[in-house]
């Protein structure tokens, strides 16, 4: 017990402590995360507040959404100072369970999904991430049984991927979205923006205004590809590598067949040294 956090590390103990939460008659949420947390995560506490009595949050660095060139093993593991952050947001409970736990010997099920999983995303880039994405997320769906779930827009193919995943599966928790946290200069927040130097933190901000200056010029009629051709090549001179900045059908991720095509969003993935950076902004009609 740490504050008034309940920390459990097993299925076991995780369900029996909703269970408690049901018999009193009360709403649960659920925060998946894989800790490290920061201001954007402390946000889907408060978000799922908002929809709840009970808040439950894992922590849980899924080594199935990592692949082998990642950094599975330098992700930042940090539970002492997540649970002291959970308790200022008045988290109910913390569910960080072992691999072993989660993945135990014999193991040998997972989720394939299509859709928005395969649209040429971060998919070209991380062809097996959905995948453990979409296993671990059913786990912990189906191990909490929450009322709803809550994740941030800033993984906003992986949002969509979860909606599919929970809607295919007849997974009776809902699925909510909460908006990107930003620092003051628009950089989105990330477990794994402590890894840029300070001169690399200094550009990195440089990406969110990249996007908002090309959704402008697209709102304004100029051609989308041509807006993302100049986006690119204004990155690349700031010291970025790119993976993709796309303007893809906010729904479905489909790429847009025509000029300033609505419901709008535009995607970027890119790499500051050492750190990739998403991020992603939401477009006009």
């Known amino acids: 017990m740490t504050e008034n956090v309940s920390l459990v590390h097993s299925v076991a103990e995780l369900r029996a402590a909703v269970a408690g939460f049901r018999a009193a008659g009360e709403r649960v949420a659920l925060v998946p995360t894989m800790g490290a947390l920061h ?45 002291t952050q959970l308790a200022r947001v008045t988290a109910d ?10 993945y135990p010997r014999g193991f040998a099920t997972r989720v394939e999904i299509d859709g928005p999983a395969r649209v040429g995303l971060e998919d070209r880039f991380r062809p097996t991430h959905f995948c453990g994405v979409a ?9 909490a049984q929450a009322d709803v779930a809550i994740f941030g827009e800033k993984d906003y193919q992986q949002l969509l991927v979860i909606k599919q995943l929970a ?20 950089l989105a927040m990330s477990s794994r923006n402590v890894y840029l130097s300070v001169e690399e933190r200094r550009t990195a901000p440089a990406l969110y205004a990249a996007l908002n200056e090309a959704m402008r010029a697209i709102a ?15 990155l690349e001179a700031s010291g970025f590598v790119i993976d993709y900045v796309e303007a893809r059908h906010a729904q479905t991720l489909a790429p847009l ?20 950076l998403l991020d992603n902004i939401e477009g006009w009609g």
């Open 39 to 83: 201001a954007g995560h402390l946000s889907l506490v408060e978000a799922a507040r908002r929809h709840a009595e009970r808040v439950v949050v894992t922590i849980f660095v899924n080594p199935a959404q990592f692949g082998p060139s990642e950094d599975f093993a330098k992700y930042p593991r940090t539970l002492p100072e997540d649970l």
């Open 93 to 102: 409970l913390c569910f960080a369970p072992t691999v072993e736990e989660i």
């Open 135 to 143: 296993t671990i997320v059913a786990k912990l769906l189906n191990q």
């Open 167 to 186: 809607q295919d599966l007849d997974i009776a928790t809902q699925i909510l979205a909460a908006p990107t946290m930003r620092e003051e200069d628009g």
């Open 220 to 234: 304004g009629g100029e051609a989308v590809e041509a807006v993302l051709e100049k986006t690119r090549a204004s």
């Open 257 to 276: 067949s025509g000029q300033r095509e609505a419901p709008m969003r535009l995607l970027a993935a890119v790499r500051l040294g050492g750190v990739r």
